[in-house]
């Protein structure tokens, strides 16, 4: 059995890999936070607001865990509420008044599960971030910088380019998760991270990214500027693209279509 998959995922949960805010500090400048969906309340797992990428104005939204155990219980370790997604909707609605793109940067293990997060509309939260984002009239780009868990992940993903880290993972349920339901044991994890294909080189076989970004000097300067010519040089493309609603939707039809075929 291949332990890659499983070695990816330890890599992606790393307290000491950067997280959100260490993106949007290092690649933008003028950050100006928004917060709260105007229903509810703030929700602190996800970040977004406005910003200059080389003096061009983007918004920004981020997905943040926290390094520290205090940071983490405040951003829930990544778990964003239905407030959180809505949050992220509202700023992407903005964006598209304005005509600014939209740049997303993904890490959770998946949405909160509590009940509180269910009885405010978790999965309706989700599903109108995938609808919306499906025809958003400015360019999206996302990341996945560490892990990419089920819907929650999905909910910041429908974009018109998505990129992953060398080591971070996408996978519709955690190893541990679906080792639960498959086998009744946790323990069997690494066998399940195997069989999901959740590495960056298992989605773009599969057309679900584009680019894999590599890791080298990962949290140095260096590798935010190079995030940050990626972004500059996709954007000019997108912002010209004439037909960008009908190139994304197109986008995600092709997904799995050639693994399809060769059954």
């Known amino acids: 059995m291949n332990n890659i998959p499983y070695e990816r995922v330890k890599l992606a949960r790393l307290n000491t890999r950067p997280t959100g805010l260490d993106y949007v500090n290092n690649i933008f ?21 406005v910003a200059r990428l080389d003096g061009k104005p983007v918004t920004v939204i981020a997905i943040e865990k926290g390094h520290l155990p205090k940071e983490r219980v405040m951003r829930n370790s990544g778990a964003p509420q239905p407030e959180g997604y809505r949050k992220a909707l509202r700023l992407m609605k903005q964006a598209e008044k304005f005509g600014r793109p939209v740049i997303c940067f993904i890490d959770t293990s998946g949405a909160f599960c509590g009940i509180e997060a269910e009885q405010r509309g978790q999965g309706q939260a989700i ?133 399809i075929n060769k059954k």
């Open 29 to 49: 400048t003028n950050f100006i936070e928004f917060h709260g969906d105007r229903r509810f309340a703030d929700d602190s797992a996800i970040v977004a607001g």
């Open 127 to 259: 599903a109108e971030n995938l609808m919306e984002m499906s025809t958003l009239c400015v360019p999206i780009i996302s990341i996945l910088i560490g892990e990419g868990g089920s819907g929650g992940a999905l909910a910041l993903g429908v974009a018109d380019r998505v990129w992953m880290l060398q080591n971070a993972v996408y996978s519709v349920i955690s190893p541990e998760g679906c080792a639960s339901i498959l086998w009744k044991d946790s323990t069997q994890a690494e066998k399940a991270a195997d069989s999901l294909k959740l590495t960056a080189e298992d989605a773009k076989a599969f057309g679900i990214i584009e680019r894999i970004l590599s890791e080298q000097d990962i949290g140095e300067i260096a590798f935010y500027e190079r995030i940050k010519s990626l972004l500059n040089e996709e954007l000019k493309e997108l912002t010209v693209e004439p037909d960008l609603i009908q190139k994304r939707y197109d986008r995600f039809r092709k997904i799995g279509v050639k693994e």
